[in-house]
């Protein structure tokens, strides 16, 4: 065995394996016998077929499965006898014929991951946010369960429509006296005081009666979602089609039943559990961040090419970096995605490190409590998302990345020295919105 490893980075390493002939040949005559006892063929008893017709016929299939075999054997005695650590499954290149008498070569390229010290956890300082359910945050959610569990009863036909009334309307938009695309729609649903149009376009449904028609000039703002409609002057023929009115459910003891709740104190209880459970995973989000960044910045050391690449093609795929214009703007997505793929590996490489170190595994009732946990957003289609991962093992196996990675981060918290704050829920929110903010910036 000879190794090369004068590349780009001392990362990249290589290494060439070398069998004689004489032991392939061994290998392989072990394999004929144990063909020759298997095979049936025409003219001969079970177990009594001639070695010489068994390497005439295939000695070609021995040969390349018995080269694969001893190639791999020795390139795995060569990683364990140099303490390597792979980042990527090893490319391995032939140097040799597959033919008789000819000694068997080949040559390993590979990438190993670094070597570095872990920090001690208690030097991570890291800000821990408690919040606490008020009854005001209760009230709002029962207000919000009332709203959504409304009704729609038809309006009578003198009746004005006002706020919380659900419309059904027809229209057509022009520019002049062109239609434009997307301005036209017959039987549209809108719920008045939901700000789901322009707000001078609900303002001007208030107060109509059914079948009433009418126009509607109206200008759009500068930053409207459809670019080509910025800052124009539309004209909206509308006929109002029908008016419904919205009932409530009597009390807060009738939503409670409606719930699956048998009182009002139940429901309560339920949605103030629900409550701190999202409060929870929001706080344990906070902290996450927190130790990533300190990951991120802690840290310094070579970085397995073959992964940042892959990495990159990941973010590429998943951001619209393509809708930059100029050179420049092009060179900075590149940076950004350059940067995000380094931290990614980086941050990655380090959570593994420590997992190893403290034997972290991921049980299989994790992987099926996170499986339950999104077949639950998807409510009549349970069976098929569970058929789907369990017929495709790399999908179920995806689902042990983000479990393994918050047991580390739940670890690292707690050996952290944390400084606990107690805040409301409006202000974790809004914290949790910053973060949101910041990532999206550095996409």
Same mark, same amino acid.
């Not at 001639?50 to 299939?61: D, M």
């Not at 009854?135 to 036909?157: M, Q």
């Not at 590149?334 to 190893?356: D, H, M, Q, W």
């Given at each position: ?15 060439k ?37 068994v ?6 299939e021995?040969? =390349?499965?018995?080269? !694969?075999?001893? /190639?791999?054997?020795?390139? $795995?005695k060569?990683? +364990? #006898?140099n303490?390597?650590?792979l *980042?990527?499954?090893?490319k ?17 390229s ?42 729609f ?18 229209y ?16 549209q649903?809108i719920?008045?005081?939901?700000n789901s149009y322009?707000p001078?376009f ?8 059914? =079948?009433?028609?009418? !126009?509607?000039? /109206?200008?759009?703002?500068? $930053?409207?979602?459809? +670019? #080509?409609?910025?800052?124009?002057? *539309? ?20 939503l ?6 048998k009182?009002?104190e ?45 990495e ?10 393509s809708?930059?214009t ?12 350059r ?11 380090v959570?593994?490190?420590?997992g ?35 017929n495709?093992?790399?999908q179920?196996n ?19 020295t ?6 409301s ?12 903010k910041e990532?999206?910036?550095?996409k």
């Amino acid at each position: 065995m000879s190794e090369n490893n004068s590349k780009k980075s001392a990362l990249q390493k290589s290494f060439k394996i070398k069998v004689p002939y004489t032991v392939l040949q061994k290998s392989m005559d072990f394999e004929f016998e144990n063909l020759s006892k298997s095979l049936k063929v025409p003219g001969f008893r079970p177990g009594k077929v001639p070695l010489s017709f068994v390497k005439n016929k295939y000695f070609k299939e021995i040969l =390349n499965k018995t080269s !694969e075999k001893l /190639i791999q054997e020795e390139g $795995n005695k060569t990683f +364990e #006898k140099n303490n390597y650590r792979l *980042a990527v499954q090893p490319k391995v290149k032939l140097l040799s014929d597959l033919k008789e008498n000819v000694d068997l070569e080949a040559e390993f390229s590979f990438e190993i991951l670094p070597n570095f010290k872990l920090q001690e956890f208690s030097k991570i300082s890291l800000n821990r946010y408690i919040s606490s359910i008020s009854e005001t945050d209760i009230s709002n959610v029962i207000k919000k369960l009332h709203n959504d569990n409304k009704v729609f009863k038809k309006a009578p036909a003198d009746r004005d429509a006002k706020k919380n009334d659900r419309l059904v309307i027809s229209y057509k938009g022009f520019i002049g006296k062109e239609q434009f695309e997307g301005g036209t729609a017959e039987n549209q649903i809108i719920d008045l005081g939901n700000n789901s149009y322009l707000p001078e376009f609900e303002k001007n449904l208030s107060g109509k009666k059914i =079948n009433d028609e009418f !126009e509607l000039e /109206i200008v759009f703002p500068k $930053n409207y979602q459809a +670019e #080509k409609l910025r800052e124009k002057k *539309a004209v909206f023929q509308i006929k109002i089609n029908e008016i419904s009115i919205p009932e409530f459910l009597k009390n807060d003891d009738e939503l409670a039943i409606k719930m699956g709740a048998k009182t009002t104190e139940e429901l309560k209880t339920k949605i103030k559990n629900e409550l701190q459970r999202y409060s929870d995973e929001l706080s344990f989000a906070i902290i996450k961040n927190q130790i990533i960044k300190h990951v991120t910045s802690a840290y310094s050391f070579d970085l397995p090419p073959s992964l940042v690449l892959r990495e990159e093609e990941i973010i590429n795929k998943t951001t619209n970096s393509s809708s930059t214009t100029g050179k420049e703007k092009d060179k900075k997505a590149e940076e950004n995605i350059r940067e995000n793929a380094e931290n990614k590996v980086k941050i990655g490489i380090v959570l593994s490190e420590i997992g190893i170190k403290h034997k972290i595994n991921v049980t299989n009732q994790e992987i099926e409590t996170e499986l339950a946990r999104i077949c639950m957003q998807y409510p009549g289609k349970e069976k098929e998302i569970v058929e789907f991962y369990k017929n495709n093992p790399a999908q179920m196996n995806s689902l042990k990345s983000p479990i393994f990675e918050n047991k580390v981060i739940k670890l690292i918290s707690e050996k952290a020295t944390v400084k606990e704050e107690k805040i409301s829920s409006e202000e974790l929110n809004s914290k949790i919105s910053s973060i949101e903010k910041e990532m999206s910036s550095h996409k």
